[in-house]
């Protein structure tokens, strides 16, 4: 079994949703190790739930912990390789870590877009990986040529407006390495529950 796509999950916080994308041979799981978040993750749930998981690897996501805190904090874990961030301005300190680093932003227009499309030579310098997530922009044919555009230099995931009906056309037409989901106990984005998400990776997954 494999998945016709890179697929990561994001804010997996129970051992059941962990162990089902796992089986569906999702790429890259990710865990928020943010205190006093919904979904944190302590060090030893961590451990619980990864040393049921094998053939896939991890991802310790943040929103606006400063990089000297994130690396202080992943010594108290075992098995992350990547780091996602929000703030742009913390990739100068983290791009020359052994962690590959995914940069989560949110775009609300065609601009956002553009602008992030002036900066993808730094992007691709670094191989920085962008998660682009909205709760404003449907992927309309503008905004799917400004995602091919800016795929075009350097790794995109994309993170809004998937349906299992939609998802193979979305990735093929945007030329995207692939999609992000969230898990957790909520289903995002925009999926009211699990069985959407199974419902995506389903349509993903390649027939033996």
Known sequence: M???????????NNLSDARY?????VNLMGFSLEENTKNFTSPEKFKEITDWLSGLEYIAEFSHTHPER???????????????IEEEIHLKMLVNTPYGIVLKQSINSKEDLEELIKKVDSYQQHNITLLLESEKLELSAEITDKIKQLASSCQVLIGFGLSADNVLNVVE?????????EGGDEIKPGLKDFDELAEILETLE???
């Open 173 to 181: 037409q945007t030329e995207a390495k692939g999609i992000s989901m």
């Open 206 to 208: 390649i027939e033996d």
């Open 2 to 12: 494999a998945l016709k796509t890179f697929v990561k999950i994001s804010a997996v």
């Open 70 to 84: 994130i690396l202080t904090i992943l010594q108290q874990y075992d098995g992350f390789h990547h780091i996602q």
């Open 21 to 25: 994308c796992a089986g569906m041979q």
